[in-house]
């Protein structure tokens, strides 16, 4: 069946990076692209990032333009989030989630969602 | 940005009792680029509507979606005691955002 685990969440002081991982199994990894969404404790949904499933385009939210990457190893059938630059304000669950829709331009919504990894920052 | 309104905040019912969620877009959402997630404490989010009105896989069929344009609405017929939860929408016809959500809890 379909699992996506994220890994790599953590405490870490302001300013310092942080690298999310989001390893896949259950289905053609290559075939899909992938978002990363957060939620801060206690609050709504907030979308982060995306990824083609050929990792020829990305995308970011403004609120992270500039300090964050999104990558992919197909090899590894995994995603990463590269995350630079941390203040408190990005203190959230991270959830990597699968695009619905198979190869071309993403969809824009999530049929699978991990689990999600805490990343929280402070002094 | 598309901004999406969810009312109300929190909808306290009972089992058996019939809901209805509502998600205001501040405006069109194009071709009903909207979809629902429910999520439990703890947990992932989990897809339950696309498309406005599409229910995504293993959705049960008390579960239904409507609208477009700028009102969407998430129905779900006779609430089961797995289905208190909090439910979000979100449009993806441009940018992609969420609505606030609404808390669906047991009167």
């Known amino acids: 069946q379909v699992q996506l685990v994220e890994s790599g969440g953590g405490v870490v002081q302001p300013g310092r990076s942080l690298r999310l991982s989001c390893t896949s199994s259950?289905?053609?990894?290559?075939?899909?692209?992938f978002h990363w969404v957060r939620q801060a404790p206690g609050k709504g949904l907030e979308w982060v990032a995306v990824i083609w499933y050929d990792g020829s385009n990305k995308n970011y939210a403004d609120s992270v333009k500039g300090r964050f990457t999104v990558s992919r190893d197909t090899s590894k059938n995994t995603l990463y989030l590269q995350m630079n630059s941390l203040s408190a304000e990005d203190t959230a669950v991270y959830y990597c989630a699968r695009d619905f829709k198979g190869y071309g331009p993403p969809s824009d919504f999530f049929d699978y969602w991990g689990q999600g990894t805490l990343v929280t920052v402070s002094s | 940005e598309i901004v999406l309104t969810q009312s109300p905040g929190t909808l306290s019912l009972s089992p058996g009792e019939r809901a209805t969620l509502s998600c205001r877009a501040s405006?069109?959402?194009?071709?009903?680029?909207l979809a629902w997630y429910q999520q439990k404490p703890g947990q992932a989010p989990r897809l339950l509507i696309y498309g406005a009105s599409n229910r995504a896989t293993g959705i049960p069929d008390r579960f239904s979606g409507s609208g477009s344009g700028t009102d969407f609405t998430l129905t779900i017929s006779r609430l089961e005691p797995e289905d208190f939860a909090v439910y979000y929408c979100?449009?993806?016809?441009?940018?992609?955002?969420f609505g606030q959500g609404t808390k669906v809890e047991i009167k």
């Open positions: 979100q449009q993806y016809g441009g940018s992609r955002t």
């Open positions: 405006q069109s959402v194009s071709s009903s680029f």
């Open positions: 259950g289905f053609t990894f290559s075939s899909f692209g």
